[in-house]
């Protein structure tokens, strides 16, 4: 039986601080107090023929390490934390005949999250905008929604910069031992991000942009999350063939995958939608963020500060009982974390 390794998410969005080295659960089964020296990360486990989520194991069904050396789990649990979700509203061209569709998905799936999950919105194109910070009022959330699925921007897709502005807003959720996401509404295309793209496409972007190296570096050091729902228009499908027949055209706005790339550093899922079927697509990406279980260990050897530290999980050989043959499993989550 052929043993699946899994890359692990640390989750510093799931870490608040004690005295000393333990994990310390107190009445309250959504708060998590652990000391520094304590790591705390995600996983997603999923059947690969059926999709469904693997919900049904425990600890010992896991076997952990950290650059090779087995660690001990000593926290677990499973869709016990709350999520702080911030939600992202891609305005530029190609993705507009969309967008009122995809936010009616938005705020009928409000009601799918638990009350003490929060929300906040965003826009963005070549930078991002906060139309609400977070929230657990339903009705606050879902009017800034409908302010977004009527806003547009003439600007283009600088999703470096978008993703480096937006884990910013994500790390700003006070709600202590929440997993903090994102949940990128677009169509996937993205445009090169230069001194050149900038004059005539980024007219309201910052003076200086972030690179995709900051912000994969802001992520990775962040530990949130990054989700995508995507919606491919007419529009999408002429800017790509554009990309096809004349490779400078990518400059306008056809490069894909992005988003996809970001997500699949942090584990996050990606799912494609249709209008009519935003709704029900969105509900299945917020059961998919929900559903990680959720892991804790004391490192075993001490490390520099700055150092990143791999990490590898995989199933043990006890967690045959009640899961599929191994290579019919799917685990998704990030590769590492700093310390």
Known sequence: MRVVLLFLLLSFSSLSYAQD????????PSTIRVSTQFVVLDALVENKKTGNLIGSLQSNDFALSEDGVPQRITYFSHDQLPLSVVFLFDLTLSVRPALEPLAAGAREILEHLK???????MVFSSHTELLQSFT??????????????????????????SMYEAVDQAMKSATPGSRRV???????????ENA????????????????????????????????????????????????DATPFAMIY????????????????????????????????????L???YTLGYKPSTVKPNG????????????????????????????????R
């Open 253 to 288: 706005g056809a490069r894909m995958g992005d988003i996809r790339r970001y997500a699949d550093l942090t584990g996050g899922p990606v799912l494609n939608t249709s209008k009519k079927e935003a709704a029900d697509r969105l509900a299945e990406l917020i059961d998919q």
């Open 196 to 243: 050149r793209t900038k004059k005539t496409l980024g007219r309201e972007a910052p003076a200086i942009l972030h690179t995709k190296e900051e912000a994969t570096d802001k992520l990775l050091h962040s530990g949130v999350v990054v989700s995508e729902l995507t919606e491919h228009t007419a529009a999408t499908g002429a800017l790509v063939f554009a990309a």
């Open 21 to 28: 080295a333990s994990p310390v659960q107190t009445n309250d």
């Open 115 to 121: 009350p003490q999950d929060e929300v906040a919105v």
């Open 307 to 338: 150092t990143f530290c791999k990490l590898q999980l995989r199933l043990s050989p006890e967690s045959g009982k009640d899961v599929p043959d191994q290579h019919d499993v799917v685990l998704r989550t990030k590769s590492g974390y700093y």
């Open 290 to 292: 929900r559903g990680r």
């Open 182 to 192: 994102m949940v990128w509404f677009t169509d996937g295309t993205a445009n090169v």
């Open 136 to 161: 657990t009022d339903r009705t606050v959330a879902a009017d800034a929604i409908a302010k977004a699925s009527k806003m547009k921007s003439g600007d283009g897709t600088f999703i470096h910069e």
